[in-house]
């Protein structure tokens, strides 16, 4: 499946080539239909605010399991603050302030005994930039696990193998893990050990707040390969500029805009497919095929 930019031919002249691209599609996209998949995630009445300004509103949203959902919209408006709310990362934020309800299999994940510590366990982020810790790549990922109580080497071993052989790097580091650092791979190495490193607490969903916008375009690959893998085992939510990627890789769609008064809102959500071919919104097939953002 892929979404093609179509170039303006030479015989439309110099002012088509102007217009903005158009997105189309040259082969059919994910034609699951994930609305049949149970509920994860609903969101209800979601609202961010940083000190005075409301940065998002009204944000109603179910997030189905064992599928990849994508978030799009114009910079700004909102969606990694929505993305942070999926496992408290806003808690951090000093001036963030949420309203409304985030539930997980019908959980609050806002309700007074939960944990974030948990929240954050079960719920893994990762990030734009690769972070790995100044370590060796197998200590990167025996950190969670550790940190969680596990003592047993031979356990922790079989984990830290697992999990980088789910996060498709295996084959590139099983010679030298136990000491190399980290820091010494390629960048779309590191963003892999950075997922192995979150399979590692066996999380249900993992968040990806732009994962790939630091790679180059053979490193976005594999992750998105791997995201597909990874489909089948965890929930995943994506924030994504790229368009081509959010028709690549998700089998649901959330279009996020900017309303008037500078907050973002969800403006619809849909199977992937219906949501760059028959949106319901105008506003969501001008935003896919290029006319604004
Ligand atoms: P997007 O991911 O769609 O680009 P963001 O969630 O990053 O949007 O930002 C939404 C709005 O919230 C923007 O106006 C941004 O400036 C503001 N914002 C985001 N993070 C913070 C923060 N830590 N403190 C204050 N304002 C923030």
């Known amino acids: 499946m892929s979404i093609a930019e179509a170039p303006a031919t030479e015989a439309q002249g110099a002012s088509a080539a102007a217009q903005p691209m158009r997105l189309t599609i040259d082969a059919p996209m994910a034609t699951t239909n994930v609305q049949s998949h149970p509920v994860a995630f609903e969101v209800r009445d979601l609202a961010v605010s940083y000190g005075p300004k409301l940065a998002v509103r009204d944000v109603n949203l179910d997030i189905r399991s ?12 909102g969606k990694s603050t929505i993305l942070r709310c999926f496992n408290r990362m806003n808690d951090l934020i000093p001036t963030a302030r949420v309203n409304g309800q985030v539930r997980l299999h019908g959980e609050d994940l806002n309700g007074p005994s939960v944990q974030p510590v948990d929240v954050r366990r079960r719920i893994g982020l990762v990030f734009q930039r690769p972070n790995p810790f100044p370590m060796s790549i197998y200590d990167n990922v025996a950190y969670g696990p550790r940190r969680h109580g596990e003592k047993d080497g031979k356990k922790i071993d079989q984990i830290v193998e697992d999990c980088i052989r ?17 820091l010494a791979l390629s960048g779309g190495q590191q963003q892999r050990l950075c997922i192995a490193r979150t399979l590692a607490t066996e999380p249900e969903v993992i968040l990806m707040d732009e ?5 180059d375009p053979i490193a976005t690959l594999k992750i998105e390969d791997l995201m597909s893998d990874l489909r089948e085992q965890v929930t995943i939510i994506i924030v994504t500029h790229n368009m081509q990627q959010a028709g690549r890789i998700s089998d649901q769609t ?11 809102y969800l ?3 849909g199977n ?7 949106p319901r919104e105008r506003l969501t097939e ?7 953002g």
């Open 286 to 292: 001008d935003y896919v095929s290029g006319r604004f």
């Open 272 to 278: 992937t497919t219906d949501i760059f071919t028959n």
């Open 254 to 264: 959330a279009f996020f805009n900017m309303g008037d008064d500078r907050a973002g």
């Open 211 to 215: 994962p790939c916008s630091a790679l």
């Open 267 to 269: 403006v619809e959500v």
């Open 66 to 77: 064992n599928a990849v959902t994508a978030f799009i919209g114009p910079s700004g408006c």
């Open 166 to 182: 789910r996060a498709a790097l295996w084959d590139e580091v099983k010679d030298d893990y136990r000491r190399k650092s980290g």
